[in-house]
């Protein structure tokens, strides 16, 4: 699984990004997947995750009621809607694919991920 994120930028405290996670091969809609996120100088922290069947995504307690992860399996892309931006938000985020196909189970610790993209540059100003 090869990931490739994109739609990162500088935005104004307050402003919106969309990001993008485009994926290749035909099992992408078997993998949960995931955004996390590091700031200079932090370590590496779980954003949202979503399951292979899109239901009952889950949030890190800051991001909640801001952020929105999506996924479109026809497409094989996952999305991450960010509002509300907080110069705090400000990282590179990564998306990432469950190390396993057909997980039961959205987890926050980034050693059970075993794809990741690139990472896109996210600056919030205040």
């Known amino acids: 699984v090869q990931l490739q994120a994109s739609g990162g930028g500088l935005v104004q405290a307050g402003g919106s990004l969309r990001l993008s996670c485009a994926t290749s091969?035909?099992?992408?809609?078997?993998?949960?997947m995931a955004w996390f996120r590091q700031a200079p100088g932090k370590e590496r922290e779980f954003v949202a995750g979503?399951?292979?069947?899109?239901?009952?995504?889950r949030y890190a307690d800051l991001v909640k009621d801001r952020f929105t992860i999506s996924r479109e399996n026809a497409n094989n892309t996952v999305y991450l809607q960010m509002n509300g931006l907080k110069p705090e938000d400000t990282a590179r985020y990564y998306c990432?694919?469950?190390?396993?196909?057909?997980?039961?189970?959205?987890?926050?610790?980034?050693?059970?991920?075993?794809?990741w993209g690139q990472g896109t540059l996210v600056t919030v100003s205040s």
């Open positions: 979503i399951g292979w069947s899109g239901g009952s995504p």
């Open positions: 091969g035909r099992t992408f809609v078997s993998y949960v």
């Open positions: 990432a694919a469950d190390s396993t196909r057909w997980s039961m189970r959205i987890t926050e610790d980034h050693r059970n991920y075993g794809y």
